[in-house]
């Protein structure tokens, strides 16, 4: 089966009860029982819920693995995972990555004894000298928010493979429309489902999908005993927004290349960070691993000013200013304040989150109204 029949297809059949052609919302607490033990597979809607397990067979199709495990969020989803570890096992991460991702790391999880260590994965020859024996977890993002810098998931795979370590790549940012890291052998994709799979910015939802059986099982036990759970609307909501997922990806990357290429020769911005530019230092990985090169386009202003960044920010009408990503409409951040703003400044400046980067999400307007609405607000600077 294609991708693009899957994303409607995989895991979904007729509601066997009436026939529904769209998953019911199964939106009960509990379930009957014949006899104490004796059910239909379902006993209590924290270990499993109709709605959830459809979405979870979905997610597991579309990136290959074994199975899909839903949770309330993307950092409850990156959570569960990182209660796999154990006290004195330590973490390594890429040093440009989600603010979110590094502060449960460094605020929540160093205090329980697991630490992390946030490097650079340019060079995987160089982060392998930082492996030891209690390194237990490769956390990958790829692409990196915001800078865009792309990791070569196979490189750092066979690395983690040699020394026997788990590995995870954040899939957010490209969707498995555009990425399949478990084709790559990764152990683990994590997903906020809240972003491209989502795609219409009403649902808050996380999952995670495992290669094998053992992991499905350890992070199902996880899902449960911990109960940070989605709630069947919700699952019904990326149910259905996955279902155009192939659709939306394959306009907003589109759109994205234009802006690129705007920006880049716009006399006021500077630097403009996206794969898809050859002379971008990852591109040819990027061409590699990716169907695409994503919607996700950051830059910095030529005069690199704090002001004159939020000059721009305020003046978009079409780019609406606010956290988040992968919806259906354009938006426009500033990470340094809202999604990075948990990182030290000093971390930040090592990989170039300067004080003036501006992030876009490109959504699947039509591009010529978003680059005029881009061009009105560079003009405030």
Same mark, same amino acid.
């Given at each position: 089966?294609?991708?693009?029949?899957?994303?409607?297809?995989?895991?979904?059949?007729?509601?066997?009860?009436?026939?529904?052609?769209?998953?019911?919302?199964?939106?009960?607490?509990?379930?009957?029982? =014949? =006899?104490p033990?004796?059910?239909?597979?379902?006993?209590?809607?924290?270990?499993?819920?109709?709605?959830?397990?459809?979405l979870?067979?979905?997610?597991?199709?579309?990136?290959?693995?074994?199975?899909?495990?839903? +949770?309330?969020?993307?950092?409850?989803?990156?959570?569960?995972? %990182?209660?796999?570890?154990? /006290?004195?096992?330590?973490?390594?991460?890429?040093?440009?990555?989600?603010?979110?991702?590094?502060?449960?790391?460094?605020?929540?999880?160093?205090?329980?004894?697991?630490?992390?260590?946030?490097?650079?994965?340019?060079? /995987?020859?160089?982060?392998?000298?930082?492996?030891?024996?209690?390194?237990?977890?490769?956390?990958?993002?790829? $692409?990196?928010? /915001?800078?865009?810098?792309?990791?070569?998931?196979?490189?750092?795979?066979?690395?983690?493979?040699?020394?026997?370590?788990?590995?995870?790549?954040?899939?957010? +940012?490209?969707?498995p429309?555009?990425?399949? $890291?478990?084709?790559m052998?990764?152990?683990?994709?994590?997903?906020?489902?809240?972003?491209?799979?989502?795609?219409?910015?009403?649902?808050? %939802?996380?999952?995670?999908?495992a290669?094998?059986?053992?992991?499905?099982?350890?992070?199902?036990?996880?899902?449960?005993?911990?109960?940070?759970?989605?709630? $069947?609307?919700?699952?019904?909501?990326?149910?259905?927004?996955?279902?155009t997922?192939?659709?939306?990806?394959?306009?907003?990357?589109?759109?994205?290349?234009?802006?690129?290429r705007?920006?880049?020769?716009?006399?006021?911005?500077?630097?403009? +960070?996206? $794969?898809?530019?050859?002379?971008?230092p990852?591109?040819?990985?990027?061409?590699?691993?990716?169907?695409?090169?994503?919607?996700?386009v950051?830059?910095?202003?030529?005069?690199?000013?704090?002001?004159?960044?939020?000059?721009?920010?305020?003046?978009?009408?079409?780019?609406?200013?606010?956290?988040? %990503?992968?919806?259906?409409?354009?938006?426009?951040?500033?990470? =340094?304040?809202?999604?990075? =703003?948990?990182?030290?400044?000093?971390?930040?400046?090592?990989?170039g989150?300067?004080?003036?980067?501006?992030?876009?999400?490109?959504?699947?307007?039509?591009?010529?109204?978003?680059?005029?609405?881009?061009?009105?607000?560079?003009?405030?600077?």
């Open positions: 089966m294609k991708f693009d029949t899957k994303v409607i297809h995989a895991g979904v059949k007729p509601d066997p009860t009436t026939g529904a052609v769209m998953t019911p919302i199964y939106q009960t607490s509990t379930y009957a029982q =014949a =006899a033990g004796k059910h239909k597979g379902y006993e209590y809607a924290r270990t499993q819920n109709p709605t959830r397990a459809v979870e067979k979905n997610m597991a199709a579309l990136e290959g693995g074994y199975d899909g495990i839903c +949770f309330s969020s993307g950092m409850a989803a990156m959570d569960a995972v %990182l209660k796999l570890l154990n /006290p004195g096992d330590e973490v390594l991460a890429t040093n440009d990555l989600y603010g979110g991702s590094y502060r449960i790391i460094k605020t929540i999880y160093e205090r329980f004894g697991i630490k992390g260590h946030f490097i650079s994965f340019d060079d /995987p020859k160089a982060v392998e000298k930082h492996i030891n024996e209690n390194t237990k977890l490769i956390w990958i993002e790829t $692409p990196t928010n /915001p800078m865009l810098n792309i990791v070569d998931i196979k490189q750092i795979c066979k690395v983690a493979k040699k020394h026997n370590i788990l590995t995870v790549v954040d899939n957010t +940012f490209a969707s429309y555009l990425q399949r $890291p478990l084709e052998d990764a152990d683990l994709v994590v997903h906020s489902a809240t972003k491209y799979l989502g795609g219409h910015s009403d649902v808050v %939802l996380g999952v995670v999908v290669k094998d059986k053992d992991l499905a099982d350890k992070l199902h036990f996880i899902q449960n005993a911990s109960g940070a759970i989605p709630g $069947p609307q919700d699952c019904f909501l990326v149910l259905r927004g996955i279902k997922l192939h659709l939306r990806v394959e306009r907003a990357c589109k759109n994205a290349k234009k802006i690129a705007f920006l880049n020769a716009h006399p006021k911005v500077g630097k403009v +960070f996206y $794969p898809g530019f050859k002379e971008h990852h591109h040819k990985i990027a061409k590699r691993q990716m169907k695409d090169f994503g919607a996700m950051s830059f910095d202003l030529y005069d690199d000013s704090v002001t004159s960044a939020k000059k721009v920010l305020k003046n978009t009408n079409l780019f609406i200013l606010a956290e988040s %990503l992968g919806g259906v409409e354009s938006l426009i951040g500033h990470p =340094a304040s809202m999604t990075h =703003a948990s990182i030290p400044k000093k971390e930040r400046m090592k990989v989150l300067t004080d003036s980067l501006i992030r876009l999400s490109v959504g699947i307007e039509d591009v010529d109204d978003l680059i005029e609405d881009l061009e009105a607000a560079l003009a405030n600077v």
